[in-house]
């Protein structure tokens, strides 16, 4: 099959690309590598079954030429940072919305009908059902991050229906690991390879999160494709426990042999506008089709700290 991955060279999709280049598929990974690397990728260069375009979804003619002859697209490039949106209001609204219309116009185009979406937790807001099922509802987001990607399951599900296209679209919790390039675990190792004796902590440290490997991610997108066959699929992918924020700073700690660092926290129950202090996402659907992740959250956070320590 014919793969596009848009944010291709990205943290989740170059591993996405990896594992579809292993299955023996043909990939072509689309990404303006403001948040990915070149390098990412590079071990596919002068396979003739890999391109990288380096191309903006912000440019339509650039997205439709690119989606020309693709069977699949798998859809991740976005604003990888919530906490952005406070600073530049209109970059949700620009790299999520907009940039998922002006996809899905070039796929309408070309008649490209099968789309798999990386959406986000951060779409059920503050759930009150925990653990949070696909059903949940209503969905009231409190980031602009979340309602970016809300707005693109609503947009992916009209052109599903109105132009007889097909969707797979997965909400993510924490997702950590190799090639990881933002989140709470890149900010504690660089912090603390600044001053390996301080450490500011975001909030009170008691923000609850589901951590899960990129690896378990990537297999999770690949396996809902092959697993559900409804017009709109949706599935939940995270870890059945969680971890809080203090947890992670101890195991950050731990793994870089650090003792005696001193925690400062910056108070109140969130780390920034627009952070869910608790979520903790239900995964029965998933379960249900075969997929489970590999790791608690606990062990995937030691072992995707230990990768970016080997890789940053």
Not at 194 to 209: A, R, S, V
Not at 219 to 239: D, H, P, R, W
Request: charged share 25%.
């Amino acid at each position: 099959m014919k793969y596009l991955v848009t944010g291709g060279a990205g943290f989740i999709g170059s591993n996405l690309v990896d594992a579809l280049m292993e299955e023996g598929h043909e990939v072509i990974a689309f990404d303006n590598l403001s948040s990915g690397e070149e390098s990412y990728v590079a071990h596919h260069m002068g396979n003739d079954r890999f391109k990288l375009i380096k191309g903006d979804l912000m440019d339509p003619p650039s997205i439709e030429e690119a989606t020309k002859g693709i069977e699949f697209v798998f859809h991740l490039a976005a604003n990888p940072d919530v906490r952005h949106g406070i600073e530049r209001t209109r970059i949700d609204l620009e790299q999520g919305t907009i940039a998922t219309h002006n996809l899905l116009e070039a796929m309408r185009k070309n008649g490209v009908k099968k789309i798999g979406f990386s959406s986000s937790s951060t779409v059920y807001g503050e759930a009150t059902e925990l653990p949070t099922p696909e059903t949940y509802g209503p969905m009231l987001p409190i980031s602009l991050y979340g309602a970016s990607k809300l707005a693109c399951e609503g947009m992916i599900s009209s052109y599903c229906h109105s132009f007889n296209m097909q969707a797979w679209m997965y909400r993510f919790a924490n997702v950590i690991g190799h090639r990881g390039t933002h989140g709470v675990l890149v900010d504690f190792i660089e912090k603390l390879r600044n001053d390996p004796t301080n450490m500011e902590i975001l909030g009170d440290g008691k923000q609850k999160k589901s951590y899960f490997l990129v690896q378990d991610c990537v297999a999770g997108l690949i396996m809902g494709t092959k697993k559900s066959n409804e017009q709109v699929n949706m599935f939940n992918l995270a870890c059945e426990e969680w971890t809080d924020v203090t947890e992670v700073a101890d195991i950050v700690t731990q793994e870089m042999n650090l003792e005696n660092v001193e925690y400062h926290y910056t108070g109140g129950t969130r780390g920034w506008v627009g952070d869910i202090p608790r979520t903790w996402l239900s995964i029965d659907k998933a379960r249900a089709m075969g997929w489970g992740p590999s790791h608690s959250s606990e062990e995937a956070v030691r072992l995707a700290v230990r990768d970016l320590l080997k890789s940053r």
